[in-house]
């Protein structure tokens, strides 16, 4: 294993505070969502950065590395391109499915749209080994993966997050990227001790921190990245700076980012503050771990991971019933958070469709819609396909938005398509409601 770069404190790159980033004094470094870079076409933004001779890494959402399927080659060479096209020293994804169904459940294949968490079972755990083994060997950087947030618990798990963390080190020498808000989420939820996790996990492995802020409702803490940092995640950050010397840093603020654009640059002083302070003079830096080559998964253990997955996700997106031991009101909260993150990303992916149809009239016709159509493609596809059902249901009777619709639709399906049936039949919807408009 290559040694670690040492990366400093840094924030998330978002479009929305991009001039604020580059303005902000002592950034070392910067953290931009890999799938929403072209590497042809990157920010100026970015570019700017890279040029004074700040860091930036991709950080993958969509790999799906503890899926019952193996990575998918077009999206790891994706990833692999913009690492290369940024220059970076690693690139970072999750330990979470977000897909599930296919030829292997002979279901149809279910997008989640957002982070699931896996089950730490022995079968969990060996698919996840070779599949970040697939990952790391199809990528020009080394690879770090996050622990994620969770609303619920797997039924009948064999090992605590440190033991599984730990494990999945020992067997593949991945590195790790530790989110302490997600460490406080958990703490929340499900009840485990951020403490005992660190405990237990390879804190030598660590590549970087991730620190950012959620909220509490009716028991439950979201993890919003839209929120000021809270105590109790600085208090685990600094617990975890007491063990261990981080090799970087860094913010996440995805969303409702504060006016005074000062705030952030103070959370990042704190964050700053807070490693040097609770890390004492004799803390050891991480350090390069070992690692060992494990045998092939058979197809039986990817079979049955595949269909324990493909169970809850159905509960969770397609109505299906819930996966006997799991908590009913947990999966609930969890199902209203995925519609919700659903029509969210696809408003901002497509902001004409909350203009035309008018936000809260945008967001009841999408979440119905959700609720009959669970999403089997990315954003972009979902969005097309809210406003295919929305012409063919005829169901936008004001005639000034149904025009509208029907020409965002139609410019934006594109000629290629219309020999597929469903798409004939929403052309022919649009060209009713342009007669009718």
């Given at each position: 294993?290559q040694?670690?770069?040492?990366?400093?404190?840094?924030?998330?790159?978002?479009p929305?505070?991009?001039?604020?980033?580059?303005?902000?004094?002592?950034?070392?470094?910067?953290?931009?969502?890999?799938?929403?870079?072209?590497?042809?076409?990157?920010?100026?933004?970015?570019?700017?950065?890279?040029?004074r001779?700040?860091?930036?890494v991709?950080?993958?959402?969509?790999?799906?590395?503890?899926?019952a399927?193996?990575?998918?080659?077009?999206?790891?060479?994706?990833l692999?391109?913009?690492?290369?096209?940024?220059?970076?020293?690693?690139?970072?994804?999750?330990?979470?499915?977000?897909?599930a169904g296919?030829?292997?459940?002979a279901?149809?294949?279910?997008?989640a749209?957002?982070?699931?968490?896996?089950?730490?079972?022995?079968?969990?755990?060996?698919?996840l080994?070779?599949?970040?083994?697939?990952?790391?060997d199809?990528?020009?950087?080394?690879?770090?993966?996050?622990?994620?947030?969770?609303?619920?618990?797997?039924?009948?798990?064999?090992?605590s997050?440190?033991?599984?963390?730990?494990?999945?080190?020992?067997?593949?020498?991945?590195?790790?990227?530790?989110?302490?808000?997600?460490?406080?989420t958990?703490?929340?939820?499900?009840?485990e001790?951020?403490?005992?996790?660190?405990?237990?996990?390879?804190?030598?492995?660590?590549?970087?921190?991730?620190?950012?802020?959620?909220?509490?409702?009716?028991?439950?803490?979201?993890?919003?990245?839209?929120?000021?940092?809270?105590?109790?995640?600085?208090?685990?950050?600094?617990?975890l700076?007491?063990?261990?010397?981080?090799?970087?840093?860094?913010?996440?603020?995805?969303?409702?980012?504060?006016?005074?654009?000062?705030?952030?640059?103070?959370?990042?002083?704190?964050?700053?503050?807070?490693?040097?302070?609770?890390?004492?003079?004799?803390?050891?830096?991480?350090?390069?771990?070992?690692?060992?080559?494990?045998?092939?998964?058979?197809?039986?253990?990817?079979?049955?991971?595949?269909?324990?997955?493909?169970?809850?996700?159905?509960?969770?997106v397609?109505?299906?019933?819930?996966?006997?031991?799991?908590?009913?009101?947990?999966?609930?909260?969890q199902?209203?958070?995925?519609?919700?993150?659903?029509?969210?990303?696809?408003?901002k992916?497509?902001?004409?469709?909350?203009?035309?149809l008018?936000g809260?009239?945008?967001?009841?016709?999408?979440?119905?819609y959700?609720?009959?159509?669970?999403?089997t493609?990315?954003?972009?596809?979902?969005?097309l396909?809210?406003?295919?059902d929305?012409?063919?249901?005829?169901?936008?009777?004001?005639?000034?938005?149904?025009?509208?619709?029907?020409?965002?639709?139609?410019?934006?399906?594109?000629?290629?398509?219309?020999?597929?049936r469903?798409?004939?039949?929403?052309?022919?919807?649009?060209?009713?409601?342009?007669r009718?408009?």
């Amino acid at each position: 294993m290559q040694h670690l770069a040492q990366l400093g404190t840094g924030i998330g790159w978002r479009p929305e505070i991009a001039g604020v980033v580059e303005a902000m004094p002592g950034i070392d470094w910067v953290e931009a969502v890999a799938e929403n870079l072209c590497p042809g076409h990157l920010p100026d933004s970015l570019l700017r950065l890279r040029e004074r001779g700040v860091t930036v890494v991709p950080h993958g959402v969509s790999l799906g590395l503890g899926g019952a399927e193996r990575p998918d080659e077009h999206r790891l060479a994706d990833l692999a391109a913009r690492a290369e096209a940024l220059g970076s020293p690693l690139v970072t994804e999750h330990i979470a499915f977000v897909r599930a169904g296919g030829e292997r459940t002979a279901s149809p294949l279910l997008e989640a749209g957002h982070l699931l968490p896996v089950p730490r079972t022995r079968d969990a755990l060996d698919v996840l080994c070779e599949n970040v083994r697939i990952a790391r060997d199809a990528l020009p950087v080394p690879l770090a993966v996050e622990n994620i947030a969770a609303l619920f618990g797997w039924p009948g798990e064999e090992m605590s997050e440190g033991q599984f963390l730990y494990e999945l080190v020992e067997r593949t020498g991945v590195r790790l990227l530790i989110d302490v808000a997600n460490l406080h989420t958990n703490h929340v939820n499900r009840g485990e001790d951020p403490a005992k996790a660190l405990d237990e996990l390879p804190v030598e492995a660590i590549a970087y921190v991730h620190v950012a802020g959620g909220f509490e409702r009716d028991g439950v803490w979201h993890d919003s990245h839209a929120h000021p940092v809270p105590r109790p995640v600085l208090d685990i950050l600094a617990e975890l700076a007491s063990r261990v010397t981080p090799p970087g840093v860094l913010l996440e603020r995805d969303e409702d980012f504060p006016d005074d654009e000062r705030e952030l640059e103070r959370e990042v002083a704190t964050i700053r503050e807070t490693v040097a302070a609770a890390t004492p003079p004799a803390a050891r830096p991480a350090v390069p771990t070992t690692h060992v080559h494990d045998k092939p998964v058979e197809e039986p253990v990817r079979g049955r991971v595949a269909l324990a997955q493909t169970a809850l996700l159905s509960s969770l997106v397609a109505g299906a019933p819930v996966p006997e031991g799991f908590d009913h009101a947990r999966l609930a909260v969890q199902s209203r958070a995925l519609a919700g993150k659903r029509a969210d990303v696809v408003a901002k992916v497509a902001p004409e469709l909350p203009e035309i149809l008018g936000g809260s009239a945008y967001r009841t016709a999408f979440l119905e819609y959700a609720q009959r159509r669970p999403m089997t493609g990315g954003y972009r596809r979902d969005a097309l396909d809210f406003a295919e059902d929305l012409l063919i249901g005829q169901r936008v009777h004001e005639p000034a938005a149904r025009k509208r619709l029907t020409g965002w639709w139609l410019e934006r399906s594109g000629p290629a398509p219309l020999a597929g049936r469903p798409v004939a039949r929403a052309l022919r919807a649009a060209r009713f409601a342009l007669r009718r408009g």
